[in-house]
């Protein structure tokens, strides 16, 4: 039996007891890791984003009623709401991502209907691979099948993002939603965060990448994402742009002085990582091992030393990252502040790299890390 029919089985199982019979519709939508571009999509820059494999099904069928009632098989948690509420679920904060989802349709003037579910997701929880844009991109789906119209899938991912922004409160750019509603099997995609517009990217045959997770906590909501959002803002407003990588990298400089120095840290972070997005790009397709060291090690200063974004767990991870077999460049990945990293690893050292990697981490912190292997999967969309 594959692993995906273990899981529909379990999914399956779940829902008869849960609701009785079987689901109707059975939707699923992927986490992300980014793989150049830390905090420049909201700086309406780049991204080079790679939908992954593991992901978030919702497994459901109309209820005939206003309600959405749902069981969470990670968190073996029941929670519901109503259709024409707009309250939060204080006690069940997953459920907001969904509930946000139905707000934001209805807001646009979709008509919804009912649904009881089952939630299952291999994305893991608050580990910066966003399992939260995973479970807004799917309950979108759902509702949109149930409903019987279709919105485009950028559309799609900007109702989720304000769903995310508006309903749950988190300020987040359009990364995750975006590459978990137009990901492509088998390529990466090189994002442009202000037209909204993507390009597949190949990584070149012989190159995997792998998720390195520190299991060490990170907080999204939390206040550091905001105040870097914040200095980018200013630093942009102070320079006379509605968003910083409206600048060249040459107009950046010539006026880096006028910055406050913490602000000037921040914006010449962004303005350098906007730049690196194609060149690793570029480097990812044409196997060219040396720019890819050069480029993620490039990445990772400055989110060290610039953007401020690492932890003593991130550095942790870097070294033995950077130490272990097969690999060609190492960095963070998400928002930061814990949680996962990523390598880019020659494919025929996976299992090598996985079990340097853990060994030399689990030594230095006496915490065991996940190391897996990833690659390019669809976006949101039906099993
Ligand atoms: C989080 C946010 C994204 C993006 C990244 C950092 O994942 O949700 O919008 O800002 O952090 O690149």
């Known amino acids: 039996m594959t692993f995906d029919t273990q899981r529909r089985d379990l999914v399956a199982q779940a829902f008869s007891s849960c609701f009785g019979g079987l689901p109707s519709v059975w939707c699923r939508a992927p986490g992300r890791v980014d793989l150049m571009g830390s905090h420049t999509d909201y700086n309406l820059g780049a991204v080079l984003t790679l939908p992954i494999g593991r992901d978030t099904w919702i497994a459901a069928r109309p209820n005939s009623s206003s309600e959405v009632r749902l069981h969470s098989l990670n968190l073996g948690a029941d929670a519901s709401f109503a259709l024409d509420s707009n309250e939060k679920c204080p006690e069940h904060p997953w459920i907001d991502y969904i509930h946000g989802v139905a707000v934001v349709l209805q807001e646009a003037g979709l008509p919804l209907c009912g649904f009881d579910g089952v939630i299952h997701s291999t994305v893991p929880l608050r580990s910066g691979l966003s399992s939260s844009a995973a479970l807004e991109c799917a309950a979108a789906t759902v509702f949109e099948t149930l409903g019987a119209w279709s919105l485009d899938p950028v559309e799609k991912a900007l109702l989720c993002q304000r769903a995310e922004n508006h309903f749950v409160g988190v300020n987040c750019g359009i990364l995750d939603q975006f590459t978990s509603c137009m990901g492509r099997q088998g390529c990466a995609l090189l994002l442009d965060c202000h037209n909204l517009t993507s390009q597949p990217v190949t990584i070149a045959e012989g190159i995997g990448v792998v998720i390195c997770d520190t299991k060490s906590q990170r907080q999204l909501a939390g206040s550091e994402y905001g105040e870097r959002r914040a200095q980018c803002e200013n630093g942009a407003r102070l320079l006379g742009a509605s968003a910083l990588c409206e600048l060249t990298h040459e107009a950046y400089i010539s006026r880096e002085h006028e910055l406050p120095p913490i602000v000037a840290k921040r914006c010449r972070f962004i303005i350098e990582e906007h730049a690196r997005v ?106």
């Open 278 to 383: 194609a060149a690793l790009a570029a480097a990812l397709s044409a196997g060219d091992h040396p720019a890819i060291a050069e480029l993620t090690a490039a990445s990772f200063h400055g989110a060290s030393h610039l953007y401020e974004i690492t932890s003593p767990a991130m550095h942790t991870m870097m070294a033995a990252m950077l130490a272990a077999p097969g690999v060609l460049g190492a960095r963070q990945a998400g928002a930061g502040f814990g949680g996962c990293m990523v390598a880019l690893v020659q494919v025929d050292q996976l299992d090598e790299f996985a079990a340097a990697v853990r060994s030399h981490y689990f030594a230095a912190t006496a915490i065991l890390p996940e190391i897996y292997p990833v690659s390019a999967a669809a976006g949101a969309g039906f099993l």
